[in-house]
């Protein structure tokens, strides 16, 4: 079993960079795709970015491409979202997820995660 805890939510003027951390227990991550989602005020859970386990490839919605970066350390077993020029309308829960390890996902539907954390939140003011 994957424990998924995140950190580094806050509040910050648009523009400014926060840089989350999600911190993994239970057992090793390392053979897990790993993504982060997040839930806007009064809207959908959606997808934000991912990282293949298989060779590190990443992948980003639309709307955070060339804002955010996502990145993983096996070592310590964390994963991490770096996002720049944050904007209003990123104001979400952001939610770190796993896959069960060696399965081949898409990396966009949050159906085929299995572990979730708890979610931090990020508020962005204008």
């Known amino acids: 079993q994957l424990q998924l805890v995140e950190s580094g939510g806050g509040l910050v003027q648009a523009g400014g960079s926060l840089r989350l951390s999600c911190a993994a227990s239970?057992?090793?991550?390392?053979?897990?795709?790993m993504g982060w989602f997040r839930q806007p005020p009064g809207k959908e859970r959606e997808f934000a970015a991912a990282?293949?386990?298989?060779?590190?490839?990443?992948y980003y919605a639309d709307s955070v491409k060339g804002r955010f970066t996502i990145s993983r350390d096996n070592a310590k077993n964390t994963l991490y979202l770096q996002m720049n020029s944050l904007k209003p309308e990123d104001t979400a829960v952001y939610y770190c997820?796993?896959?069960?390890?060696?399965?081949?996902?898409?990396?966009?539907?949050?159906?085929?995660?299995?572990?979730w954390g708890q979610g931090t939140q990020v508020t962005v003011s204008s």
């Open positions: 990282i293949s386990w298989i060779d590190g490839g990443t």
């Open positions: 997820a796993a896959c069960n390890p060696g399965r081949i996902v898409t990396f966009r539907n949050p159906d085929e995660y299995d572990y």
């Open positions: 239970g057992r090793t991550f390392s053979g897990s795709s």
